[in-house]
């Protein structure tokens, strides 16, 4: 071949981005990374049997609680709506501006070579709040073209592996004493009969601060003495440590049986991370800020963390999420997406959690309610410490049709 043929070749190439593009470089010859051709994790064409295309997104703000949706429809009226995260506001020009008309004019079943384009177009913005935008529109879509093809989204990711998702109660408090967050935590898995809880150490991203002085080191002994040896204890630092700090927290909690810690360290110091995985026998967690599949792999690589944390809305949506659950597992790595949400919130998680065959452990559920005031359904709720993955198509989740009507658009 010609220099001319090569460089036509390579134009041609850049032109027409393939679904392979979300996968990270792997390693090839010589341990040289290389781009990956490995085909995309979903297939949208074997289940949709006609082109989607998008008519309208929209941000919507409903409820007197002011609850915030990414709702889409498509030019044959089909409709796929998610429960957005807090952060839309915030996004809302990213949302309109640039992945809107990312996924305009084209066929929605080509979705993972929409996100690839989408990237390569728009790579300098690349970071949570683009993949937050991302995510929103991409799951909206799952659940559309879920409704389109009359089949549940986890059907599509793959066979499903278990329909009763057991869950731990997440608190969220740094502001509680010990025996107050003990009472809230007892109310908390009297209700929902889960096995296990998560609960914050630390200040938050507070360089080896606590919220006060002694908390940590009260509240761990507190809540296992309340709840017994059999009862899972999950701790969440939020960054609040470096690695020395860290690794004594460490020991403290491997003495009370803590399961797992999330995020010792500042997320961005991945360096820092490693090193306490390295040096303790407790199971370190974290990701649930990243997006950038070379993080993923660099995690995997290096063994940074024992349990992957990605966020469906924060990592670009459930296609991404999907790659990184299979990069987790191809390692013998476990999963555990990072979603503190209760009820009908957590419908997306269910589904994902459905088929991945390297989940860890429970999976999270918010302990303060977030109460949507207006009709809704399937209504979840835990059952003797379990939530049910619902039926119907799309993620399964179900509105009063005139909230659209009324509801304020960002």
Not at 47 to 54: I, M
Not at 75 to 99: P, Y
Not at 326 to 342: C, L, Q, T, V
């Amino acid at each position: 071949m010609n220099r001319r043929m090569m460089l036509c070749g390579l134009a041609a190439a850049c032109a027409a981005p393939a679904a392979a593009e979300l996968w990270p470089a792997r390693r090839g010859k010589r341990g040289l990374f290389q781009f990956d051709d490995t085909a995309a994790p979903v297939d949208f064409h074997r289940f949709v049997r006609r082109p989607v295309r998008l008519k309208t997104a929209e941000i919507l703000v409903v409820g007197a609680r002011k609850h915030e949706f990414v709702r889409v429809t498509s030019t044959d009226g089909d409709e796929g709506i998610v429960k957005a995260n807090s952060r839309m506001a915030e996004v809302a020009s990213l949302f309109h501006q640039i992945a809107v008309p990312g996924f305009a004019n084209a066929d929605l079943r080509d979705l993972p070579v929409l996100i690839a384009r989408l990237y390569r177009a728009q790579y300098k913005f690349a970071g949570l709040a683009f993949w937050t935008a991302i995510g929103h529109l991409e799951l909206a879509v799952w659940d559309m073209l879920g409704k389109v093809a009359q089949r549940r989204c986890v059907e599509m990711m793959g066979p499903v592996l278990r329909t009763s998702i057991p869950i731990y109660v997440s608190s969220l408090n740094r502001r509680s004493t010990p025996d107050e967050e003990v009472d809230a935590l007892r109310r908390a898995v009297a209700e929902t009969g889960a096995k296990g809880c998560k609960v914050k150490v630390g200040g938050r991203q507070s360089r080896n601060e606590d919220a006060y002085p002694g908390r940590s080191a009260a509240l761990i002994p507190a809540v296992r003495k309340a709840f017994g040896d059999d009862f899972t204890i999950y701790a969440d630092a939020n960054g609040s440590y470096d690695a020395p700090a860290a690794i004594e927290l460490c020991r403290m909690l491997e003495d009370y049986g803590v399961d797992l810690l999330e995020e010792p360290c500042p997320h961005e110091d991945v360096e820092m991370t490693r090193q306490v995985a390295a040096r303790t026998k407790l199971k370190i967690a974290g990701g649930e800020q990243d997006g950038a599949m070379e993080r993923w792999r660099w995690y995997i690589e290096n063994r940074a963390l024992d349990v992957l944390q990605p966020d469906f809305m924060y990592n670009g949506g459930m296609l991404r999420t999907l790659i990184v659950q299979r990069m987790a597992a191809a390692a013998n790595m476990p999963i555990a997406p990072h979603y503190p949400r209760n009820g009908i919130e957590t419908i997306e998680l269910l589904h994902f959690a459905a088929q991945a065959g390297n989940l860890y452990g429970l999976q999270e559920y918010r302990m303060s309610p977030r109460v949507l005031d207006f009709d809704h359904a399937p209504v979840i709720s835990p059952v003797n410490g379990a939530l049910k993955l619902p039926e119907g198509p799309g993620f399964g989740a179900r509105y009063d049709p005139t909230l659209w009507e009324t509801a304020t658009r960002l």
